[in-house]
């Protein structure tokens, strides 16, 4: 059975940071590439983030580069999403996906930069 494990996410100032997790289990996680998502309301969900599976390549949209950061650890099947400088535009659930033989989606997880 797939599951995700997300956590990090809450309330942070603006130019603060943020660390997301998000812990897998129930498929060979080292075989699949991870994409960071978010879903802002009344908006379609958009990429942030992608790593490949067994390499450090990495990925970015204009609008976080720079400020965003995409790692993992296959030892623990985990992937993150370091988040400095946040804007209230970055305001939105956070989804982990994994794409591979399948594709898996994470639950979610909110992020809310405000004063």
């Known amino acids: 059975q797939v599951q995700f494990v997300e956590s990090g996410g809450g309330l942070v100032q603006p130019g603060g940071s943020l660390t997301l997790s998000c812990a897998a289990s129930?498929?060979?996680?080292?075989?699949?590439?991870m994409t960071w998502y978010r879903q802002a309301p009344g908006q379609e969900r958009e990429w942030v983030a992608w790593i490949a599976a067994t390499d450090t390549s990495t990925d970015y949209p204009d609008s976080v580069k720079g400020r965003f950061t995409i790692s993992r650890d296959n030892a623990k099947n985990t992937t993150y999403l370091q988040m400095n400088n946040l804007k209230p535009e970055d305001t939105a659930v956070y989804y982990c996906k994994a794409a591979g033989d399948m594709t898996y989606w994470g639950r979610g997880i909110q992020v809310t930069v405000s004063s």
């Open positions: 129930g498929f060979t996680f080292s075989t699949y590439t």
